[in-house]
């Protein structure tokens, strides 16, 4: 059974950092896509970053140059690192196993429970 906790998440700043962390059981992160979600108030859930099992990159274009995402295999970790956080990147961040669909958009499909950011202007 595939669990994946999230965990990093508080307020900061405009301006300031977060790191945030997914750690995973029942799967093997280095063989999946793992991916960054996130869910604003009354917003869809959206695509962040993914970390591909080829170790590609791939980011969502308001995050290019500002997050970065990572993996540790020997601790079943993926990371999102945020920097230069803005008041519109408020929400709960998802940690998920990803896939592309055949509309070449990347899709959540095991989540976990989340991690609230908030930033403050």
């Known amino acids: 059974q595939v669990q994946l906790v999230e965990s990093g998440g508080g307020l900061v700043q405009a301006g300031g950092s977060l790191r945030l962390s997914c750690a995973a059981s029942?799967?093997?992160?280095?063989?999946?896509?793992m991916g960054w979600f996130r869910q604003a108030p009354e917003k869809e859930r959206e695509f962040v970053a993914v970390?591909?099992?080829?170790?590609?990159?791939y980011y969502a274009d308001f995050v290019k140059g500002r997050f970065i995402i990572s993996r540790d295999n020997a601790k079943e970790t993926v990371f999102l690192q945020m920097n230069s956080l803005k008041p519109e990147d408020t929400a709960v961040y998802y940690c998920a196993t990803a896939d592309r669909g055949s509309d070449s958009n990347w899709h959540g499909s095991s989540w976990g429970q989340g991690t609230q950011v908030t930033v403050s202007s």
């Open positions: 970390f591909t099992w080829s170790d590609n990159t």
């Open positions: 029942g799967v093997t992160v280095r063989w999946y896509d």
